[in-house]
């Protein structure tokens, strides 16, 4: 799965593995649907290995784990999460995922091929298919006779494993005295909003965005209104937060232009992302960004986005 994707920064590109799964429809047909993943989380394509259950799992979706190179990988059934009826028309592929810091295995009927496209391809679900699809789509490609779902793994994962979701250290007095300004931006609705909650809790103040496209022109219309008003940028922002797989621009793309912008380009950029390893963080550092910060860690994402507000008030000082 290495590919020159992985080497390259700031092209606003990626590829996606397509996969799909067969499924049994109630009238006894069978209709297969096409998906898709990030090729910088997959770390390999294998076939079925021998899978060993685990006690008291407490999700059926999970198949037990296996063995891969001296790593336990669990392995998880993909049409049983999304409530398919899975219809195994030839045997299943394993394609095993590192993203969040973990390693995960999710069971699928086949893999088709790789595609390299631009973000501004992919378009973010509607709320009704959103919702429709319980949140677990995050965008959409049509290529060639069919439509392609790109799911939120990350979401998956996070109810699988509650101690990978997004949480907030309370033992921490974030109360100390001023308000912060920041600016967000992620393609999931769900992140969004826990992200907000979370960072509000940590005495910011948080507008929010879906994808790096609205974030741009949102923070050059910033710096048109600080300008007319002949104000301080850093009355109306303080501080970016991006995820990197976002519609229409990603978070790379998105430092990209932010730091080759004369005025917003002094805002510190901080990635936060689930693809933040070490393998892809040559990345961010390509196209300047401050700080890159895994998911779920908004702990460290909150004191470093005070200590990067707080160094930069000390060198415009």
């Avoid at 390999?44 to 037990?64: A, D, K, N, Q, Y």
């Avoid at 996070?158 to 250290?169: M, T």
């Avoid at 931006?185 to 909650?197: K, V, Y």
């Avoid at 949102?218 to 501080?239: G, W």
Wanted: net charge negative; hydrophobic share 40%.
């Amino acid at each position: 799965m290495q590919t020159n994707i992985l080497l390259e920064s700031g092209t606003n590109e990626l590829e996606i593995v397509e996969f799909f799964l067969d499924e049994l429809e109630i009238d006894g047909t069978n209709y297969r649907g096409y998906y898709g993943v990030n090729v910088a989380k997959v770390l390999e394509i294998i076939r079925m290995p021998t899978v060993t259950e685990l006690p008291e799992s407490g999700h059926s979706c999970i198949l037990g784990a296996f063995n891969l190179r001296s790593q336990v990988i669990p392995l998880v059934d993909l049409s049983m999460w999304l409530g398919k009826h899975r219809e195994e028309t030839e045997p299943p592929k394993v394609i095993v995922t590192e993203f969040n810091n973990v390693c995960t295995a999710f069971q699928v009927s086949g893999v088709n091929r790789i595609h390299r496209i631009s973000w501004e391809e992919v378009e973010p679900p509607s709320s009704y298919v959103s919702n429709l699809s319980g949140q677990s789509i995050t965008g959409v490609v049509k290529i060639n006779d069919r439509i392609i779902f790109l799911l939120d793994l990350e979401r998956i994962v996070a109810n699988l494993n509650p101690e990978l979701a997004l949480k907030l250290d309370d033992a921490i007095d974030w109360e100390d005295g001023e308000s912060r300004r920041a600016l967000i931006t992620d393609d999931s609705g769900l992140i969004r909003e826990m992200l907000t909650d979370l960072l509000e809790k940590a005495n910011f103040q948080v507008e929010a965005h879906n994808n790096g496209k609205e974030a741009w022109d949102r923070l050059r219309q910033l710096k048109s209104i600080a300008e007319e008003n002949n104000r301080p940028l850093t009355d109306y922002v303080q501080v970016v937060v991006s995820d990197i797989e976002m519609p229409a621009m990603d978070g790379h793309s998105l430092c990209k232009a932010i730091k080759e912008d004369s005025v917003l380009g002094k805002l510190p950029v901080i990635l936060f992302s689930s693809l933040i390893t070490d393998k892809l963080r040559h990345k961010g550092e390509s196209v300047g960004a401050d700080m890159q910060v895994s998911k779920p860690e908004v702990t460290l994402l909150a004191q470093r986005a005070i200590e990067l507000i707080e160094e930069r008030r000390q060198q415009s000082a």
